[in-house]
């Protein structure tokens, strides 16, 4: 008896549903130099028009992690892409650089291409949020690999900069200021964590909370902020030393990491407004302040260093865009961030 691959698990037509399903989503995010459709080997960006000097390809790829886990729970898969192309873009637009093209990668054990319409058309979501093109990606259908009604989701993003425009942190000095963009919730860090305080039980996420409130699926689901648009109309405004996407180590790992040898920053806590889940976060854990702030991104999804002359000019230019801006401390001579 013959066995085809079929047999073995993997349905070629259930891929070709797929493709068909999310060609319209991703179509939407094409602009002029996208050069070819979805089906080639390699997808085709121009950046002849992009009028750069001494132009810089800048490259992130990331995940979702382990946030996937409540959109199985729930069956809630629309927004996830969007955490996706976030947690690219705003890597790769901290060195100053304007995201170009972003391409996927969803893997799963039995392909289900409603599912994958769902989080693709979220991807597209986030490239229309970060002013890129969804060009190409992968769905892999790998049998027996992944439990039931799960997947991954990855992706990766390529930006551009002049060489000369290039943010790395590098005149950063002692009595620059620190300017925090507000998250719009956990993100997409600390969820292995957060399922162990909240569990993964439906019934229980599902529940309301009344100092959220929302219900905590709700709350855990809400999708990583987009900052791309934003620093790039900041970064055409005003010098803009360093920027930290907070991800994966909170302030603690990911402020230093912009800063020049011998630096460090003091932060005042009191300088902006804690969000619930953040309070619920650490009574539920019980951790420790600098714990916490070693975990979560604690209501600061992004971090701007700017000479103080025109750090308040800077917020209110954020504000007028869009985001909630906050004066939330300053770099100091020594090495750490001191929490106030």
Not at 183 to 205: A, D, Q, T, W
Request: proline share 3%; net charge negative; hydrophobic share 40%.
């Amino acid at each position: 008896m013959a066995i085809d691959y079929k047999d073995a698990g993997v349905d070629v037509e259930r891929g070709y549903r797929a493709v068909e399903l999310i060609k319209k989503h991703t179509k939407r995010t094409f602009d002029k130099n996208v050069l070819l459709d979805l089906g080639g080997f390699g997808g085709l960006y121009s950046i002849a028009d992009e009028g750069l000097k001494s132009p810089v390809l800048v490259a992130g790829t990331d995940g979702v992690g382990t946030k996937l886990k409540y959109a199985f729970l729930t069956g809630r898969h629309d927004t996830i892409g969007i955490d996706c192309v976030a947690m690219c873009a705003n890597d790769v637009v901290c060195q100053g650089a304007k995201p170009l093209f972003f391409l996927d990668y969803f893997a799963t054990g039995v392909l289900d291409p409603e599912t994958v319409a769902e989080v693709v058309k979220g991807v597209a979501d986030g490239c229309a949020m970060a002013g890129c093109s969804l060009i190409g990606g992968e769905t892999a259908e790998m049998p027996s690999f992944y439990p039931d009604g799960e997947y991954d989701l990855a992706g990766f993003c390529v930006g551009i900069v002049d060489k000369e425009r290039i943010i790395d942190g590098r005149d950063i000095k002692a009595g620059d200021v620190l300017v925090g963009l507000a998250s719009s919730g956990v993100h997409s860090n600390g969820f292995s964590l957060v399922r162990r305080l909240f569990g993964e039980c439906k019934k229980e996420i599902d529940e309301f909370d009344n100092e959220l409130g929302r219900t905590y699926a709700d709350e855990f689901l809400t999708p990583t902020r987009i900052y791309v648009k934003t620093v790039l109309e900041l970064i055409g405004k005003f010098e803009i030393k360093g920027i930290a996407h907070i991800t994966g180590g909170g302030f603690i790992e990911n402020i230093p990491r912009i800063l020049p040898k011998g630096l460090g920053v003091r932060i005042d806590l009191g300088s902006y407004p804690l969000p619930p889940v953040f309070k619920l976060l650490g009574e539920r854990s019980g951790a420790r302040k600098e714990k916490l702030y070693n975990t979560f991104n604690m209501g600061i999804g992004m971090v701007l260093c700017v000479d103080s002359a025109v750090a308040e000019s800077v917020c209110n230019s954020a504000r007028e865009l869009g985001e909630k801006a906050y004066v939330m401390g300053e770099v100091v001579e020594g090495e750490g961030v001191l929490l106030l």
